[in-house]
């Protein structure tokens, strides 16, 4: 199954980590320090350029979206039906 992140952003959920909410998370160093070597690394995709509100971690890359975690969550679990 498929879940749509924002935009025209549309990822696999089995490729899904975590999701994560920016404002909470980014408090942590070391998740700031996550966030900027996967930049570095070109692994970081951005939705769209508005106000982030939540990064969703995949195998292969990090994606910074406008969506809230909430959101997020609602459209896993219509996928799994729970």
Same mark, same amino acid.
């Given at each position: %199954? &498929?879940?749509?992140?924002? @935009?025209?952003?549309?990822?696999? *959920?089995?490729?899904?980590i975590?999701?994560?909410? %920016? *404002? =909470?998370?980014?408090? !942590?160093? #070391?998740?700031? *320090?996550?966030?900027?070597? #996967? @930049? /570095?690394?070109?692994? +970081? +995709?951005? +939705? !769209?350029? @508005? $106000?982030?509100?939540? &990064?969703?971690v995949? *195998?292969? &890359? +990090?994606?910074?979206?406008?969506? !809230? =975690?909430?959101? $997020? $969550? /609602?459209?896993?679990?219509?996928? &799994?039906? $729970?």
């Open positions: %199954m &498929f879940i749509h992140i924002g @935009e025209d952003t549309v990822i696999n *959920d089995g490729d899904i975590g999701i994560f909410d %920016m *404002d =909470t998370s980014t408090v !942590n160093k #070391a998740t700031r *320090d996550y966030l900027s070597k #996967a @930049e /570095k690394e070109k692994r +970081v +995709v951005y +939705v !769209n350029y @508005e $106000l982030p509100k939540s &990064f969703v995949t *195998d292969k &890359f +990090v994606y910074i979206g406008p969506l !809230n =975690t909430g959101t $997020l $969550l /609602k459209r896993t679990r219509q996928e &799994f039906n $729970l």
